[in-house]
């Protein structure tokens, strides 16, 4: 089992920026991937970006060049740092951790708000 846990999120101004952290705890050996995923209201959820074991990311074409997705082995956590936000970018951001046998797991998601 993985548990996540997100923080950071907040309310803040379209331009701003937010840093979103994830901690992961539990069979932390058994993870290939992580990432952000963000589900508005009366919307499906999407990936957001993601980073896998050797360190390779991925982004949504609407966060490219904004967002940045990283992350510290020793701590067990996952940042996402989001600068240039816009009111599209709110959402409920989740974490997620994806096992090599093929195991997703989810936080309990961080309220992102970014007003106009």
């Known amino acids: 089992q993985v548990q996540l846990v997100e923080s950071g999120g907040g309310l803040v101004q379209a331009g701003g920026s937010l840093r979103l952290s994830c901690a992961a705890s539990g069979s932390i050996f058994s993870i290939n991937a992580m990432g952000w995923f963000r589900q508005a209201p009366g919307k499906q959820r999407e990936m957001v970006a993601s980073i896998n074991r050797g360190g390779s990311t991925n982004y949504a074409d609407s966060v490219k060049g904004r967002f940045t997705i990283s992350r510290d082995n020793a701590k067990n956590t996952v940042y996402l740092q989001m600068n240039s936000l816009k009111p599209e970018d709110t959402a409920v951001y989740y974490c997620?951790?994806?096992?090599?046998?093929?195991?997703?797991?989810w936080g309990r998601g961080t309220q992102v708000t970014v007003s106009s």
């Open positions: 997620n951790a994806f096992s090599l046998s093929g195991i997703q797991y």
